[in-house]
C-alpha cells in the first residue's frame, strides 16, 4: 500500500475558510486517504461521497465517518465518477488531492472535464498538487479561479468555463 500523505493542517483550515459555509451542499472526496478532508465537509454540514481505492483506508474511512450524509465508494476515480454520473449525482465541491509525482495533473482535469455535468451550476472544482506538477487546463472546460499556495502544495480553484468561452 502506498503512504498516504494527509492535507496538512494549514491546507484544510485555508481550504475551508476559501470554500466558506457548506451546510445542504454536496461534497465528493476524490483519493480520500485518510477522510481527513471530508471529515471536515461534514462536520460542516456537507453530504459527503469519499473515494478511496486501497481497500483498508476505505473501510477506515467508513469505520470513521459512518454511513450518515455519506457514501463510500472502495474504486478508481474513473469507475466512481462513472458510477456518480450514472446516478444522477451532482456536486457542489469536487475535491481531488491525488498522490504527488504520479502525473495525475495532466490527466485529472481531463477525466474531470469528461463528467463535468457532475458539477452543479455555480460548483467548484479544487485540486490540491504539488508546486513542482503543474496543472494542464488546455483543451478542457476548466478556468482557473484561484489559487493558493501552502508549502509545497497548491490549491486550484476551477470553475466552468462560460458558454461563449467553451466555443471559442
Known amino acids: 500500500m502506498k ?3 494527509p492535507t496538512t493542517g494549514k491546507t484544510l483550515g485555508a481550504l475551508f ?3 466558506g459555509p457548506l451546510h445542504g451542499q454536496s461534497f465528493l472526496d476524490l483519493f480520500s486517504g485518510t477522510g481527513r478532508v471530508a471529515a471536515e465537509a461534514r462536520k460542516r454540514g456537507a453530504s459527503i461521497v469519499t473515494v478511496e481505492l486501497e481497500r483498508d483506508r476505505a473501510a477506515d474511512i467508513r469505520r470513521s465517518l459512518g454511513e450518515k450524509d455519506h457514501v463510500q465508494l472502495c ?3 474513473r469507475r466512481a465518477l462513472a458510477w456518480c454520473a450514472k446516478r444522477g449525482m451532482t456536486f457542489d465541491v469536487i475535491f481531488a488531492d491525488p498522490p504527488y509525482e504520479m502525473k495525475w495533473m495532466s490527466e485529472l482535469p481531463q477525466i474531470l472535464a ?5 458539477l452543479k451550476p455555480g460548483g467548484v472544482v479544487v485540486i490540491e498538487r504539488a508546486q513542482s506538477e503543474p496543472l494542464s487546463l488546455e483543451g478542457t472546460v476548466w478556468q482557473l479561479a ?3 499556495r501552502y508549502g509545497i502544495s497548491v490549491l486550484d480553484f476551477l470553475r466552468l ?3 461563449e468561452d467553451v466555443q471559442a
Open 75 to 77: 474504486m478508481d476515480v
Open 161 to 163: 468555463k462560460e458558454t
Open 3 to 5: 503512504e498516504v500523505r
Open 146 to 148: 484561484d489559487e493558493r
Open 114 to 118: 469528461s463528467r463535468a455535468q457532475l
Open 17 to 19: 475558510s476559501i470554500l
